[in-house]
């Protein structure tokens, strides 16, 4: 049975340079403002972490753009490497959304502005994609970026 996904989703995001937040209807959020948000997370060194988080110098970007994980970095590398891609964005925005009467959240890993499209990318091991969390979550943020009318 599939879940459903109320009618509005919240997006939120951070102005670089602002602790302030952007929060609204999908819908009334103009997506060229992203191009402009801070991530949402900072990450932290610890002993013993299981992932490689750092800063990775972009040619797209003549700046630093954060990642998480190695594999993280590796799409990184991909879109600083696709001419195609005119802007990265880390983090970018918080999805909040009704799912089945729970309200969900959500933050991507990448937001690429291309020369067609923007695209909204999550990063996650082949293995883990099929698991039913991720899965689920996948469905509904699918689901709840067209409700928010975000052309993403």
Known sequence: MASRVGPEASVRFRC???AAEVVGPGETI????????????????REGQKHYSGNFWSATENDFVIYESRLELTRLLFADFDQSVQHIVAQPF???????????????DYLLFTDEE???VDVKPHHRVERPGNDFTFAWTRRARAIARLAL
């Open 16 to 18: 670089s340079g602002s």
């Open 118 to 120: 923007r695209v909204v």
């Open 30 to 45: 103009e997506v060229g403002a992203l191009t402009g948000a801070a991530p949402w997370r900072t990450f932290r060194w």
């Open 94 to 108: 918080m999805l909040q959304v009704d799912v089945d009467g729970v309200l969900r959240q959500h933050i991507p």
